[in-house]
């Protein structure tokens, strides 16, 4: 059993860590929403690969544009973290609960 719990631990930390990379990919794709950057660059086409089609998303299902401000970065954050308070939470508690 602790090889169980020991698994789910794992899974939460990495997932958690995974959440964390990702939301500030989410914070330096809304900074750079703000300034005009050299689309050819790499770093910059990586950010905008890894958070357009999110963006996306939640742009054709929610009207997230008030007067010209975007939010749905707003809103992915906020997922991020409820995912962060409640799966990765929730598995940290099962691994607990397995020992």
């Given at each position: ?23 500030w990919i989410i914070i330096a ?31 054709k299902r929610l009207p997230v ?10 809103i992915v954050i906020l997922a ?20």
């Amino acid at each position: 059993m602790i090889v169980l719990a020991n698994f789910f631990e794992a899974i939460a930390v990495v997932l958690d860590y995974a959440l964390s990379i990702y939301m500030w990919i989410i914070i330096a794709g809304a900074v750079l929403s703000w300034v005009s950057p050299d689309p050819y660059n790499p770093i910059v086409r990586f950010i905008n690969t890894a958070t357009e089609p999110v963006f996306y998303q939640i742009r054709k299902r929610l009207p997230v544009s008030f007067g010209g401000l975007d939010i749905s970065p707003i809103i992915v954050i906020l997922a991020i973290i409820f995912l962060q308070t409640f799966v990765v939470n929730s598995l940290h508690g099962l691994a607990r609960s397995i020992v």
